[in-house]
């Protein structure tokens, strides 16, 4: 990503903020979730987010199976015939063990510092919060906006429902919300605002609020990936094998993201895109070309009629 289409790597900078605040973020943190969903709930009954249709859908715990307008968090259940690595003398200090809890009492059964031979991968998915973010560059009427925390918002009494954004999150977060034409929001762009109202009081999201262990991680984005790299660090040292950040860095094709993750496998077995790039990323290249192929079609029509004008 060539920063320098888009000037500072602040992006309430970008957008024009006088000293703005420290960017905020989210580190999830996935080898200690427990896919109890609390982060889903919490955002739902917070930001008056409907439910999702309340229905099994057949693909293991995860009912709501993916991110959308009434899904602004998402809780993944990955079941996989693996180890979750060679951690018996570490593992009280380095991962949760991610096999299923049994119906036994605590303290029955197979000894709890042995691996199992499957693990059960659970990821908190949200807005990504781009550094540069497509949805943001091809809203024709502002209606998504950045905030002074870097994050991005979509404003319901602005969006016209036109559907432009949707395409344009190399992540496919960001929809139209559908549902009865008396309900809220309906036809209008909706994601993941980062409680926006609650960072202007000094509040941390509703989901961070809510995760009982602490998975998924609020503050200063940079103190964020300060600590994600230290607990990458210690993963590793427990022989946690493909333990690895997922969109910290700020030279990706986003320019980083404002909520990352630390997964335990690549990010196309959690559904996530393993090399995303904003589609408005070649813009300025794409008119550089295209004002030099109008300017040679001008010369060549000029051309053109000066030499019928020789031969009249």
């Known amino acids: 990503m060539d920063n320098a289409l888009y000037g500072p790597t602040d992006p309430a900078t970008t957008a024009g903020y006088d000293a703005p605040p420290k960017r ?9 979730c427990i896919g109890c969903k609390a982060c889903e709930v919490a955002c739902k009954e917070w930001n008056d987010v409907p439910e999702d249709g309340l229905v099994l859908s057949g693909m293991s715990y995860d009912n709501t ?3 959308g307008a009434s899904t602004w968090r998402h809780v993944a259940f990955i079941e996989q015939p693996k ?9 009280k200090h380095a991962v949760v063990d991610l096999g299923m809890p049994a119906t036994a009492p605590p303290g029955t059964g197979r000894d709890p510092g042995t691996a199992t031979d499957f693990r059960w991968l659970m990821e908190s998915d949200v807005c990504k919060h781009c550094t540069h973010a497509g949805c943001l560059d091809v809203c024709p009427t502002g209606a998504l906006f950045r905030t002074e925390f870097g994050t991005v918002v979509v404003q319901d009494d ?36 980062l409680c926006y109202d609650r960072l202007i009081d000094g509040n941390e999201p509703a ?33 946690v094998d493909g333990a690895q950040l997922y969109g910290h ?5 986003v320019g980083g993201t404002g909520a990352f993750f630390l997964l335990l496998d690549e990010p196309e077995v959690y559904g996530l895109p393993p090399d995303p790039v904003v589609p408005t990323r070649d813009l300025p290249e794409m008119w550089r070309t295209a004002g030099s192929a109008a300017l040679a079609l001008l010369a060549g029509a000029a051309a053109l009629f000066a030499a019928a004008g020789r031969r009249s």
């Open 65 to 67: 199976q993916g991110l």
């Open 24 to 32: 905020k973020g989210f580190f999830t943190d996935t080898s200690i």
């Open 83 to 91: 180890q979750l690595g060679s951690q018996e003398a570490n593992l």
């Open 249 to 253: 860095d700020p030279d990706n094709g």
């Open 158 to 193: 602005i969006c016209n429902g036109c559907g432009y954004c949707v395409p344009a999150c190399p992540y496919g977060v960001i929809e139209r919300r559908e549902g009865p034409k008396d309900a809220h929001a309906v036809g209008l762009a909706q994601k993941c605002t």
């Open 207 to 239: 989901c961070a609020k809510a995760c009982p262990t602490k998975s998924i991680q609020f503050g200063d984005l940079d103190e964020l990936r300060e600590r994600a790299a230290g607990r990458l660090d210690q993963l590793v040292e427990a022989g």
